[in-house]
């Protein structure tokens, strides 16, 4: 594939913030962030590659037109493999993604890992650090923090941040930048989790540092650089929040099942649109919403903050799964799938993010259960807040808080999300979890396809009564913290159906991601 056909799979679409809401210091303020942005940038294309650097400035000093579209490509993914087109690389003479980016030695072996923490114990909490690297020095594995790794650019980060919050009036995102800005230097981001949670996006939203692991592939402990900065949208905002005060509830009906803590009662929820993003967050098939921190504790003593990009999602619904819908949904079920309910599948998904266990106990040792999941754990996590989060759905429907054909809806805008996920392969996290979810959907005969027609059959109560089964699968396999269960369950389960190969190229005319061009230049 040349590089002028990737682009032309790829829908550009510009974003420029409307800054009217914001006053002098205000904007000054967002710029210093938008700085500190654009250095997680800097930071991420170290932690995905050693040669990304000499790559991406290669491709900036070349003049001829291939050259160009390389380097616009290279600034969609953040690195010379295509996400969007199972990881293979565009760029010549660039080999495979290399499974641990630069985390780790680039020749560690998993068993070497487990024989060097079963061997020295007391280096464990930080060569499993969500906020380490570690090194090979004289045949030992030593663990460098960011702070050290990084250690100038998150200086320049760390200034950018508080000459932010000297700009800004005494409130919650002032006391999180200066906390964020200490986290940098310290390595200790706990505090300023802590506040981030408090955060409720005004006069913008700020999610800075170190946070999701999906890019450590073989372990699922080192967390990526990210930025992600933000207007509010207080109306949308608004009408999600009538959804949070019941989520205690359910949350404490799953403890009483499954028999762990519930978690901290702050559940703030904001909806926003994008300013711009960096890090991780830039690049690839960028997130539509999360839920963070990732920091259990958190969850425990106060809760978790979902935000919700309605620049990116909007626009991803309308390019890609819509189109995709009406291809692969008879007509008046492809009806229900509009962007409201497809608002609604990713609220309870996010939501579901923040309910089930923190930690378990696995060999008389208490760890997170991502610990005791190792590699497995990001696709369970992810399919687990997929079905958990349609069976809180279905609790707000017994609450009178959504109708019936908002939740089918929701469902499924769900189903179609898969399909806009295998378009980019079958190893990503999201990827392998829909997966295990269409399998079993698909053996609990609550879909059907149809090679006639080539559309999807959908029995709604079917598909609810296996969501919520599926839900307690994955929630018993995290509490359980066995790997080799949990690794049982999912080579189970991920096979590729024969079918799901022709409707992939069916779809081929749909753009592949959308991807957004920023016009910041209100800032300048």
């Not at 509830?249 to 559940?267: M, R, S, V, W, Y």
């Not at 008046?332 to 409201?340: E, I, L, N, S």
């Not at 109708?403 to 990503?428: N, S, V």
Request: glycine share 6%; charged share 25%; hydrophobic share 40%.
């Amino acid at each position: 594939m040349t590089i002028q056909e990737r682009l032309a799979k790829v829908h550009f679409f510009q974003v420029k913030p409307d800054l009217s809401s914001l006053d002098a210091n205000q904007r000054q303020a967002l710029a210093h962030c938008v700085n500190a942005a654009h250095i997680m940038t800097d930071v991420y294309f170290d932690q995905v590659y050693v040669e990304n650097k000499r790559i991406y400035r290669e491709l900036q000093g070349r003049s001829d037109a291939e050259g160009k579209d390389l380097l616009r490509y290279f600034l969609i993914h953040g690195s010379p493999w295509d996400a969007y087109d199972h990881d293979r690389p565009f760029i010549q003479d660039v080999g495979e993604k290399p499974k641990f980016g630069s985390f780790y030695p680039s020749d560690l072996t998993r068993d070497e890992w487990d024989a060097w923490l079963k061997a020295h114990p007391e280096d464990r909490e930080q060569l499993e650090s969500n906020y380490t690297v570690v090194k090979r020095r004289n045949d030992a594995l030593i663990p460098v923090s960011y702070s050290a790794e990084y250690a100038d650019r998150l200086d320049e980060a760390s200034k950018q941040l508080r000459q932010a919050a000297l700009l800004l009036p005494e409130g919650t995102l002032r006391s999180f930048l200066g906390l964020r800005a200490d986290a940098f230097l310290s390595n200790d981001y706990f505090e300023s989790d802590m506040a981030w949670v408090d955060t409720d996006g005004n006069p913008f939203e700020v999610t800075i540092g170190p946070y999701e692991v999906y890019f450590d592939a073989p372990l699922g402990l080192k967390a990526a650089f990210e930025a992600f900065i933000a207007l509010p949208d207080k109306d949308a905002s608004r009408s999600l929040s009538k959804f949070t005060p019941v989520v205690p509830d359910f949350d404490l009906l799953l403890t009483q099942e499954f028999n762990f803590h519930p978690k901290g009662k702050a559940i703030p929820l904001e909806v926003v649109a994008d300013v711009v993003r960096g890090g991780e967050a830039r690049f690839g098939y960028m997130f539509v919403a999360y839920n963070l921190p990732n920091d259990r504790r958190v969850h425990d003593i106060k809760g978790s903050k979902k935000v919700f990009s309605r620049t990116m999602m909007e626009e991803t619904f309308s390019t890609v799964a819509l189109p995709i819908a009406e291809r692969i949904l008879p007509a008046d079920t492809a009806a229900k799938c509009v962007f409201g309910n497809r608002l609604l599948f990713v609220l309870g998904h996010e939501l579901a993010h923040g309910l089930g266990p923190s930690k378990i106990k696995v060999g008389g040792r208490e760890m997170p259960f991502e610990v005791a999941l190792k590699d497995l754990h990001s696709c369970l996590e992810e399919a687990k807040a997929d079905m958990l989060g349609i069976r809180l759905l279905n609790y707000f429907r017994s609450q009178n808080l959504m109708g019936d054909e908002m939740l089918l809806g929701a469902l499924l805008t769900g189903i179609t999300k898969y399909f806009q996920g295998w378009r980019h392969g079958f190893t990503e996290a999201h990827a392998r979890g829909s997966l295990i979810e269409y399998n079993w959907l698909k053996t609990a005969n609550a879909l059907h396809y149809n090679s006639i027609s080539k559309k999807y059959e959908v029995d709604p109560e079917r598909c609810l009564d296996a969501m919520s089964r599926l839900s307690t699968e994955f929630l018993n396999l995290q509490i359980a913290g066995d790997y080799d269960r949990a690794k049982a369950f999912v080579k189970q389960w991920t096979h590729v159906p024969p079918e799901i190969p022709s409707i992939i190229e069916d779809l081929k005319d749909i753009p592949t991601a959308v991807s957004p061009v920023w016009d910041l230049s209100e800032l300048k």
